[in-house]
């Protein structure tokens, strides 16, 4: 089985959590047995980081991953390892909060630093009245004109499947440009 | 606030023992290589247990024999929470403690009873499990966890794993039980011994998938995002339009 890896990073409550929860495969939870299987996962909230991860069955051989960076700043070290051999990444921002962004392009150039993997930014919240503009968002963190800068509604399927989409899209964009 | 160790720490009996003394009440869970086991404890009596693979959480005994086949473990890792939500379990083993105990012992005798236990070793590889839970994503990992389970789907081997992360073998081999306990972690199963195993694996639909995955696979991969200039691994036109059409079905 191959095993693809997509990384959502951002500042904390940027929605990161949200857009994994959104679009991965769901599995049913039946039996009295597997309910308890929770009082196990209660267990493990006790240590340190939170996890997010998700997933989506390509097909039979492949699958993709979705894994969210974890909050802390403490954990920093461990994007570098959560990015090896990831397909590209998503920068999730807050609209609503400007307060963050420089946050926000701090972690940034330390991802372009660790990884050249492909990424967009994704502008998240942009169901609130308040969110500023997409355009703002790229403006106010400085982004390179060509990576896209994307609405997003992380609490939306459609609109998280397009998030993934331009991704994609993109790290398409990229690897056909590096092949000629 | 746990009580947390392995069992070479401390036996399962000598915590029955405990939880009686205790008398304790709360849920007991080991983790195994492949197998995770619950058990039920109001006020310091063995009420119920269910033992499930791990990946797979399919019930693999239940009640008593999940107990005695719990006690025939010589590795696992252990955590006992207090929890008096047991006390309103409704009972569903009948044995005592220490009849459980004796018959372990019995089996352990008579090996041909035993069921098979497979270990983990640095030639092992393993696989990021294909379908954890959406509620898997607020499972919380310590740092060791999380530096093996960044490496899993990129590495080889166990070996590699350790070498990658600066994790010593023994430590790297209890962080991947606990992977594997929580499920977002499964051994790659090579594929003459996938034929010729029990009968739990060929059912299980995420083993049986085994001999299509074939470990060389991962090592391939592996191999060939060690060959790309970066690290990234190289993703055809096709697999990235495959995904595309997969995700716009969502
Ligand atoms: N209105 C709105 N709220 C959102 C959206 N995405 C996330 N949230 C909320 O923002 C908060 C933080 O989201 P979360 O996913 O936990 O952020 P994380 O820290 O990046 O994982 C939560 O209360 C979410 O429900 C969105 O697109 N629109
Ligand atoms: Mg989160």
């Given at each position: 089985m191959q095993a693809l890896k997509i990384v959502i990073t951002g500042s904390y409550a940027?929605?990161?959590?949200?857009?994994?929860?959104?679009?991965?495969?769901?599995?049913?939870?039946?039996?009295?047995?597997?309910?308890?299987?929770?009082?196990?996962?209660?267990?493990?909230?006790?240590?340190?980081?939170?996890?997010?991860?998700?997933?989506?069955?390509?097909?039979?051989?492949?699958?993709?991953?979705?894994?969210?960076?974890?909050g802390q700043e403490r954990f920093d070290f461990m994007w570098e390892h959560l990015t090896v051999g990831c397909l590209g990444y998503v920068v999730m921002v807050d609209s609503t909060r400007p307060g963050h962004f420089a946050?926000?392009?701090r972690l940034m150039s330390r991802f372009a630093e660790i990884t050249d993997a492909p990424y967009i930014v994704a502008a998240n919240k942009q169901d609130d009245e308040a969110a500023l503009p997409v355009?703002?968002?790229?403006?106010?963190?400085?982004?390179?004109?060509?990576?896209?800068?994307?609405?997003?509604?992380?609490?939306?399927?459609?609109?998280?499947?397009?998030?993934?989409?331009?991704?994609l899209r993109y790290i398409a964009a990229q690897s056909q440009a590096s092949d000629e | 606030m746990a009580l947390?160790?392995?069992?070479?720490?401390?036996?399962?009996?000598?915590?029955?023992?405990?939880?009686?003394?205790?008398?304790?009440t709360g849920v007991l869970i080991l983790a195994s290589v492949a197998e995770r086991g619950i058990i039920y404890v109001?006020?310091?009596?063995?009420?119920?247990?269910?033992?499930?693979?791990?990946?797979?959480?399919?019930?693999?005994?239940?009640?008593?024999?999940?107990?005695?086949?719990?006690l025939l473990w010589d590795h696992a890792s252990f955590v006992f929470r207090h929890d008096a939500?047991?006390?309103?379990?409704?009972?569903?083993?009948?044995?005592?403690?220490?009849?459980?105990v004796m018959e372990g012992m019995r089996r352990r005798e008579d090996p041909a009873r035993a069921t098979p236990y497979q270990s983990i070793t640095l030639d092992t590889k393993l696989q990021l499990s294909p379908l954890p839970?959406?509620?898997?994503?607020?499972v919380s990992l310590d740092v060791n966890q999380w530096r093996i389970l960044s490496q899993v789907s990129i590495s080889p081997n166990l070996r590699t794993i350790c070498e990658a992360t600066g994790i010593e073998p023994a430590q790297a081999i209890r962080t991947v039980a606990e992977l594997m306990a929580i499920g977002l972690v499964e051994v790659v199963i090579p594929t003459p011994a996938a034929k010729a195993s029990t009968k739990s694996v060929a059912?299980?639909?995420?083993?049986?998938?085994?001999?299509?995955?074939?470990?060389?696979?991962?090592?391939?991969?592996?191999?060939?995002?060690?060959?790309?200039?970066?690290?990234?691994?190289?993703?055809?036109?096709?697999?990235?339009?495959?995904?595309?059409?997969?995700?716009?079905?969502?």
């Open positions: 940027a929605g990161k959590t949200q857009l994994i929860r959104t679009i991965s495969d769901i599995e049913t939870i039946s039996t009295d047995y597997e309910v308890t299987l929770d009082e196990e996962r209660q267990l493990k909230r006790e240590t340190t980081v939170a996890l997010d991860f998700g997933t989506i069955a390509i097909n039979e051989q492949v699958t993709l991953y979705l894994f969210g960076t974890p946050e926000t392009q355009s703002y968002v790229r403006r106010r963190l400085g982004v390179p004109l060509e990576i896209p800068v994307v609405p997003c509604v992380a609490t939306d399927r459609p609109s998280v499947k397009g998030v993934l989409l331009s991704l | 947390e160790g392995t069992l070479q720490d401390m036996s399962l009996s000598d915590l029955f023992q405990i939880f009686r003394m205790g008398p304790k109001a006020a310091g009596k063995v009420i119920d247990a269910v033992l499930a693979t791990s990946p797979g959480n399919r019930v693999q005994a239940a009640q008593e024999e999940a107990v005695i086949q719990m939500n047991v006390l309103n379990r409704s009972p569903r083993i009948t044995q005592d403690g220490e009849w459980l839970s959406s509620a898997e994503s607020g059912h299980d639909p995420v083993a049986s998938m085994a001999p299509a995955v074939g470990s060389s696979d991962l090592a391939a991969t592996a191999s060939r995002m060690g060959a790309d200039c970066g690290e990234r691994p190289q993703v055809g036109r096709g697999l990235l339009e495959a995904i595309m059409r997969r995700i716009r079905g969502l």
